[in-house]
């Protein structure tokens, strides 16, 4: 029985229950709303530490002495529910190294709450990719290791849970450090399950603009490879110490992606490493990793590795030099597209208004033609 399962079909059951996982026996807690108040100090702002559209997360001490995190959805998002149920159905039946561990879960009245492993060193997008002053060093080895096990998680993902999962929000602040700053991939709100022998569902658009794939942003359709596209993104974002978009820069390097591109196609990819990387640095390394991160970025999809052949790129076991790397997807296109789809749109509309024999037909014409771009619309001016 999973946790998903138990919550709704056995609340007032013992705290504590067996859940299944594809690692054996895990246990799942459930907490009450006054176990929550106590362990984050009724929700003190001093111990939070993230927030976002779904709520707010805490610092929080069980009665063991254990550190957690705390995942409060916000009592008014109707999405954030759909998106809390679906974090627990995933995550309660998955288990890796590089993955958050599921500690337990609270649903009462109208609080819900997961609680998760607290990790010491914030996500990547605060540390090495944050505008404030972190004590964390990021060297090349470190660089490295955090990579390679973004990679294996996702791997594990696409390819051994069951069944398998695309996560849908791959990016830095979804990237959490633990003490010995090993990789733990978070936040399953967006994720889905593919069932056996699918190789893609389509869905409404979601996730964070600069990691989106082309065929996601544009038609709805989740792949495994839509994963891959944002894990390509990321490394980028890791070697350089760059975010993927930063409009503070001059226009030619404001869009990480066109910008390693242009260096690659002119021999020059050594010049977006991270200047602050010290003497432990590879830097024939690192422009492998870049050029993994290019091939993951591909237009098409199919043209983009499966994150276990982007773990052999990475060790070795596989030559990154013998692939073809074409022009990626850029943020550019998308944004031409979306202009293209817009005109037409608005064509449609006002070809609609002057024959009112075509209304009905030119409005539902409107609505599909436009789909796609006010999807990618709508994420664009949310973040």
Not at 76 to 90: C, D, H, I, K, T
Request: include cysteine; hydrophobic fraction near 35%.
């Amino acid at each position: 029985m999973t946790c998903f399962s138990f919550i709704f079909r056995r609340k007032n059951a013992s705290r504590q229950t067996g859940v299944n996982s594809n690692k054996g026996s895990e246990k799942v807690r459930i907490f009450t709303y006054n176990d929550m108040t106590r362990a984050t100090g009724d929700f003190s702002p001093i111990n939070k530490v993230g927030e976002g559209g779904f709520g707010s997360v805490y610092k929080g001490k069980l009665k063991d002495g254990s550190m957690v995190a705390v995942k409060v959805l916000s009592s008014e998002s109707r999405q954030g529910a759909r998106e809390f149920l679906n974090e627990l159905e995933v995550i309660s039946n998955i288990h890796h190294e590089n993955l958050v561990r599921l500690i337990g879960c609270c649903v009462e009245g109208t609080h819900r709450i997961i609680v998760y492993n607290y990790l010491e060193n914030n996500s990547l997008a605060q540390t090495l990719l944050g505008s404030g002053h972190s004590n964390i060093q990021f060297n090349w080895r470190t660089r490295v290791r955090i990579c390679l096990g973004i990679a294996r998680g996702l791997a594990y993902l696409h390819e051994e849970a069951a069944p398998h999962i695309v996560h849908r929000d791959i990016k830095a602040s979804n990237i959490l450090l633990d003490t010995d700053l090993s990789p733990k991939i978070s936040d399953f709100g967006l994720a889905k399950l593919l069932p056996p022998n699918t190789t893609h569902v389509s869905t409404r658009v979601a996730g964070t603009i600069g990691y989106l794939a082309p065929e996601y942003a544009i038609r709805g359709q989740v792949t495994r490879k839509s994963d891959v596209y944002s894990f390509g993104v990321l490394l980028l974002e890791i070697v350089s110490g760059r975010c993927n978009t930063n409009t503070r820069l001059p226009y030619e390097d404001q869009f990480l992606l066109e910008r390693t591109w242009a260096l690659y196609e002119h021999g020059k990819l050594a010049r977006i490493i991270d200047t602050s990387l010290n003497d432990d640095l590879d830097a024939e390394e690192a422009c492998k990793i870049l050029k993994i991160g290019l091939l993951c970025t591909q237009d098409a999809a199919k043209s983009r590795p499966t994150m276990s052949t982007v773990i052999k790129m990475m060790t070795g076991e596989k030559d990154i030099d013998s692939e073809e790397i074409t022009r990626p997807a850029v943020i550019n296109d998308f944004m031409e597209l979306k202009v293209r789809s817009q005109r037409k749109a608005e064509e449609i509309r006002l070809s609609s208004t002057m024959s009112s024999s075509g209304v009905v037909t030119s409005a539902l014409s409107s609505e599909e033609n436009s789909h796609g771009s006010l999807s990618y619309t709508a994420i664009s001016d949310r973040d």
